[in-house]
């Protein structure tokens, strides 16, 4: 019976998703009137996807609407693909050339993740995280990229869900002097470094570049130095020709693929 109760629960709020895609918006009476599901209901289910970052409530005008994460929903293969397929050769020659580690990193509900990574592969590297690693937005090389590349309304959910959280490094969003600061130096620059101001590893620092399909951004390829050996700034410096070159080749494989 639970299994069968957590079935229809699913059905219920995929038909809630399907009814916010087609009405562009709605608040609770609209959906609760076209699916047929009591107020509370809907009110529960927007309270889970809100909670997950797939919806988002303006205040403006008290209807819910759908966030770019749903898109998400539907992309998963097709990342997997360009990831596995066309990444992973291109990052492990970057690693070869330059010998410190490089990794690549995807936006998933509130943080970059690393999806793939050459520090296995590297004498270099000190610290053994895997795939599927967290990095937080505000402060690490891959979320500031991200969030300065980002189209301005997937930007605004993001730092709406980041004020909602209770993480430490999070909580810099609520300093809007900082985030505009280093989102006009991301694109000044053209890449991203880590900030040192706000230290969640102290063993590492970063550089990173945003990986482009046309308008979208589909996540991050970055190089990881060792923080007492090399600063960001310095792996700027050295390598930026040669990680844009590594991206650039894998943007264009990325277009053959078509996602």
Same mark, same amino acid.
């Given at each position: 019976?639970?299994?069968?109760?957590?079935?229809?629960? $699913?059905e219920?709020?995929?038909?809630?998703?399907?009814?916010?895609?087609?009405?562009?918006? $709605?608040?609770?009476?609209?959906?609760?009137?076209?699916?047929?599901?009591?107020?509370?209901?809907?009110? +529960?289910?927007?309270?889970?996807?809100?909670?997950?970052?797939?919806?988002?409530?303006?205040?403006?005008?008290?209807?819910?609407?759908?966030?770019?994460?749903?898109?998400?929903?539907?992309?998963?293969?097709?990342?997997?693909?360009?990831?596995?397929?066309?990444? !992973?050769?291109?990052?492990?020659?970057?690693c070869?050339?330059?010998?410190?580690?490089?990794?690549? $990193?995807?936006?998933?509900?509130?943080?970059?993740?690393l999806?793939?990574?050459?520090? +296995?592969?590297?004498?270099?590297?000190?610290?053994?995280?895997? &795939?599927?690693?967290?990095?937080?937005?505000?402060?690490?090389?891959?979320?500031? &990229?991200?969030? !300065?590349?980002?189209?301005?309304?997937?930007?605004?959910?993001?730092?709406?869900?980041?004020?909602?959280?209770?993480?430490?490094?999070?909580?810099? &969003?609520?300093?809007?002097?900082?985030?505009?600061?280093?989102?006009?130096?991301?694109?000044?620059?053209?890449?991203?470094?880590r900030?040192?101001?706000?230290?969640?590893?102290?063993?590492?620092?970063?550089?990173? &570049?945003?990986?482009?399909?046309?308008?979208?951004?589909?996540?991050?390829?970055?190089?990881?130095?060792?923080?007492? $050996?090399?600063?960001?700034?310095?792996?700027?410096? +050295?390598?930026?020709?040669?990680?844009?070159?590594?991206?650039?080749?894998?943007e264009?494989?990325?277009?053959?693929?078509?996602?």
């Amino acid at each position: 019976m639970e299994r069968y109760t957590g079935v229809k629960s $699913a059905e219920r709020m995929f038909d809630i998703i399907e009814l916010l895609n087609q009405c562009r918006g $709605a608040n609770i009476g609209d959906l609760s009137r076209r699916s047929g599901f009591s107020r509370r209901a809907v009110d +529960r289910m927007l309270i889970s996807l809100t909670k997950y970052g797939y919806v988002r409530r303006l205040e403006t005008d008290g209807k819910y609407y759908l966030t770019h994460l749903v898109r998400k929903l539907s992309d998963g293969f097709s990342e997997e693909e360009w990831i596995t397929d066309v990444a !992973s050769p291109i990052l492990i020659e970057l690693c070869r050339d330059i010998t410190w580690p490089c990794d690549l $990193a995807t936006f998933i509900n509130d943080a970059m993740y690393l999806r793939d990574t050459t520090r +296995r592969f590297s004498p270099f590297s000190i610290d053994w995280v895997t &795939v599927g690693h967290r990095f937080p937005m505000m402060i690490s090389a891959t979320g500031r &990229v991200y969030l !300065s590349y980002c189209p301005d309304d997937e930007r605004e959910e993001i730092l709406d869900i980041l004020r909602r959280s209770s993480d430490q490094f999070d909580l810099l &969003v609520n300093k809007p002097k900082y985030v505009e600061t280093f989102l006009e130096e991301t694109r000044k620059q053209e890449y991203g470094i880590r900030c040192r101001q706000h230290i969640y590893d102290g063993r590492t620092d970063s550089l990173a &570049v945003p990986i482009q399909n046309g308008s979208r951004i589909l996540g991050t390829i970055g190089i990881v130095g060792i923080a007492s $050996a090399i600063t960001g700034q310095e792996l700027a410096d +050295r390598y930026l020709q040669k990680l844009v070159a590594a991206r650039n080749k894998l943007e264009l494989e990325i277009k053959k693929i078509k996602i």
